[in-house]
C-alpha cells in the first residue's frame, strides 16, 4: 500500500483548471536568473558546452545541474502551475526527491509550496526524461509575485508555466542589487544537501539580502582551473565567492590553486569584492587546519599588497557553536539547519559589501 492511500496529505496535487494556459517558460524575454536557456542544446544550462567540455566530462555535466536557478515573474492569475520536463539521474542516498528534481514555490517572499516528481512519474521515463507537473491556488485575486527555484542536482530540459485564461505574466521587481553575486565552490555551494531547493545558503542569502546569485558550485569538481577562472572574470559580478575549499583533493592542491585563483582573478576584476571561505565541517577532517591556514595566507597576502576588497570568513564559525553534529546529513554536506547557520554568517559580511558599492 503506497503512503499517499494512507495519508492524502502525501498525494500530489492534480491540475484539473479546465481554463489553464501553458505558457514556454524557455521563450519568456524576462524573469530568467542564474540560468539560461540553450535552443542548441535544448535545455538550461549554467555555463556553456565548450567551457565545460574544455576542462572535463564532469563539468559539462555538472553544469547541466540548475542549482541557483530562478524564474521569477508577476500574475494576477488565481493560481500558478508548472510542467517540466527532465532528464533520468540517479536517485541520491543522502538528498530528497524535490532537492534533486523539483522546484520550490516563493509567493510574496514566502515558500508556499514545492513541486516534484513521484516514484511513478520517474519509472515512467521514457528515452532518457520523463514529466512532472504541479499546482498551486493562490488566496485571493490580487496580483502575486512568484519565484521558482530550480532543481538542484538535475537537469531541466523543458519548462512550461500554466496561469487562467485571460490572465497576465508580467515581470517581477527588480532586484535591489540587479548585479549578480557570483558562488564559486563545490557540492555544498551548489546546495548539497538541503532538502528542497531554495533552502541552500547561496538562495537564502539571494532571498534575505534581495540580490541576484549566481551559483558555480560544481559537486566534487570546484577546483579553480585557469580556464574557470577567467570564465569568472568575464562575468559580471559584484562579488566573488570564493568556497572551493572542500574539492582540493589535499592541502597541497589548495595551496597551488588559492593564491594562483587569488592572482589570476584579481588581475582581470581589479576593483570586485572578493570573499574567501573555509570548508564548515570542521571536526570532521584533520586537515580542516591546514586548508584554513592556506586560505588565510592568501587573505594576508592580498592585505599586504594593499588590496582592501577582500575578506575572510572561518568556516569553523559556520555552523555556530552549538549541535554542530545536528547541521549535516553525513559529516560533510549541510542538511537545512546547517545551511541556514551558513547563511546566517555570510550573510552579514556580503550585506556589507553590497551596500558599499
Sequence with gaps: MKISEIDVNFK?????????VWVDASNLNFGLHGVYYSNADGMFLRMPRELGKSISNNM??????????????????????IRAEVPVTELLPHMTMVGVFGFSLMVNGKFVSKITPTQEDYDSAVGGVFSFEGIYRMQGDKENKCEYFFPL????????????????????????????????????????????????????????????????????NGKAENVMIDYMANINASIYVMDYDYNAPDPAFLKATHLNLYKRLRSQKPDTPIVFISK????????????R???????????????KKVYFIDGESLFGKTTRDLCTV????????????????????????????
Excluded at 548539497?192 to 559537486?219: E, Q
Excluded at 564548515?280 to 591546514?290: K, L, R, T
Design 60 to 81: 559539462w555535466h555538472l553544469s547541466m545541474n540548475t542549482a541557483g536557478g530562478r524564474l521569477r515573474f508577476n500574475t494576477n492569475s488565481p493560481y500558478v502551475a
Design 330 to 357: 553525513d559529516t560533510c554536506h549541510p542538511n537545512d539547519l546547517g545551511f541556514f547557520r551558513m547563511a546566517e554568517k555570510i550573510a552579514p559580511v556580503i550585506d556589507k559589501i553590497l551596500k558599499t558599492l
Design 280 to 291: 564548515p565541517d570542521f571536526e570532521y577532517d584533520s586537515q580542516s587546519a591546514e586548508r
Design 153 to 220: 542536482y538535475n537537469g531541466v530540459n523543458k519548462l512550461y508555466i500554466g496561469i487562467k485564461k485571460g490572465c497576465e505574466i508580467s515581470p517581477a521587481t527588480d532586484y535591489t542589487y540587479k548585479t549578480p553575486v557570483l558562488f564559486y565552490g563545490s557540492s555544498i555551494t551548489q546546495g548539497g544537501c538541503c532538502s528542497r531547493p531554495g533552502n541552500d545558503y547561496v538562495s537564502l542569502i539571494s532571498r534575505w539580502l534581495d540580490t541576484d546569485i549566481i551559483n558555480l558550485g560544481f559537486s566534487g
Design 293 to 307: 591556514e592556506i586560505i588565510k595566507k592568501t587573505y594576508r597576502y592580498a592585505k599586504r599588497k594593499g588590496d
Design 12 to 20: 500530489a496535487k492534480s491540475i484539473t483548471e479546465p481554463d489553464i
